[in-house]
């Protein structure tokens, strides 16, 4: 397939994952999507993985976007794409999250070339319980909100994590706050993390009821509500201390944060647009029945804290434009206002409508989306017109 045979842009029908943890209304409410089972309705996926690839219509027929990109790579990824990465390097989402998702830690690329050709070498099922690495790619993530989106973040300051628990007064670990008191660096964080994961027995429930009894009577505070709200989903996980050690943040629409390798973090509540590398290795650290393997977990843990001021990330604007720029070349992601813009493929692209309908152009072709639809745009496709009615998301790679 030549460039000529592929057109300049290509209408999506997305996926639906269904994670209990996923909201019933929000991809109705937000974009008109139905959901006529009733069922959770957890994450949209846009692109090539093949745990739920996009469809495409290519000469009459309903392709996956996977077997189009494979039938003209360098058409629709473009050469430099194609030499460095193989396949789309990205999957975009939309996350509907209603239920908290587990604490998790994502490896770095090394981390996990290393860990998956480990577990291949040792023949573990890809698809067991206890598997850790899926692929040997890293996991870097950018969430931009819809909705407000509480979710945690990086670990606190070290002083601002003992401020919490010397609060709290939990005589079952006062032990492990003192050692970590004596020890106020990446080791002695480590270690008490590493020993709040594994509490077990009476000693753990002890702990887990005087966090529980004194977040109820803390409810005004952020931090606090969210250790009841959790409970009450999770109730027994260890997770429950996440709040005291990692920063809470509910991002506001608009705003937007990244999630690097080796940082624990969890989303907890609302709907956004995600973007990240082609992975699903994920390690795990709480607020999930899954298996949790702490040695490899704390061996892929960053135990440093985040600062405040790096959390959130701010745009680079130009004019109206918003441009999250990410320390990785796996993926970009840009906002464009309403109005007209002349857009140029570096990449293989995918353009979200977020707020309103969107017209897409190219000489004779052109591509209408509705709010909550996407488009596949070759990286052959060039110089192209975009005319918005709202605000317009759009994803591609470096090379």
């Known amino acids: 397939m030549s460039s000529r045979d592929l057109p300049s842009f290509l209408l999506m029908q997305n996926p639906i994952q269904g994670y209990d943890w996923g909201s019933h209304d929000s991809l109705t409410t937000l974009f008109g999507i139905p959901n006529p089972t009733g069922k ?110 509480q979710a945690m973040n990086g670990f606190r300051a070290i002083p601002a994590i003992l401020a919490l628990f010397e609060r709290v007064k939990l005589a079952a ?44 009577a803390h409810q005004d505070e952020e931090t606090f509500a969210l250790i009841t709200n959790l409970a009450a989903q999770y109730p027994g996980d260890v997770g429950l201390f996440s709040p005291l050690l990692l920063s809470v943040v509910t991002l506001q629409p608009g705003q937007a944060m990244f999630l690097d390798a080796c940082t624990p973090h969890a989303y907890v509540r609302g709907t956004g647009l995600e973007i990240m590398a082609n992975s699903d290795n994920v390690l795990r650290a709480g607020l999930t029945p899954k298996y949790i393997d702490v040695a490899e ?5 960053r135990c440093l804290p985040k600062p405040d001021d790096q959390i959130l990330l701010a745009p680079r604007v130009e004019g109206a434009v918003q441009h999250f720029d990410v320390p990785v070349p796996d993926f970009t992601f840009s906002v464009y206002p309403a109005g007209e813009h002349q857009l140029t493929t570096a990449s293989a ?10 017209t897409l152009k190219q000489g004779d072709e052109m591509l209408r989306l509705e709010k909550g639809q996407s488009a596949f745009v070759p990286a052959a496709t060039g110089h192209y017109q975009l005319l918005a009615e709202g605000r317009v998301a759009r994803a591609g790679n470096r090379c």
């Open 40 to 149: 959770p309705q957890a994450e949209l996926w846009m692109g090539a993985h093949p745990n739920g690839c996009s469809e495409v219509t290519l000469m009459g027929s309903t392709q996956k976007l996977s077997v189009v990109i494979d039938t003209a790579p360098a058409t629709a990824l473009g050469e430099a794409t194609v030499t460095r990465f193989g396949s789309l390097p990205f999957l975009f989402k939309v996350l509907c999250a209603e239920k908290a998702l587990s604490i998790q830690v994502h490896p770095s690329k090394a981390q996990a070339e290393a860990g998956f050709a480990k577990e291949e070498a040792a023949g573990i099922d890809p698809k067991a319980g206890n598997r850790n690495y899926k692929d040997p790619n890293h996991k870097p993530e950018l969430v931009f909100a819809l909705t407000p989106y």
């Open 173 to 216: 670990i006062a032990d492990l706050v003192a050692a970590f008191v004596a020890n106020q660096n990446e080791a002695g964080l480590q270690h008490f993390f590493h020993q709040l994961l594994i509490l077990q027995g009476a000693r753990k429930e002890d702990a887990l009821a005087g966090l529980l009894a004194y977040a109820a």
């Open 297 to 301: 977990l704390l061996d892929c843990t």
């Open 349 to 358: 692209e995918i353009l979200f409508a977020i707020d309103g309908t969107v």
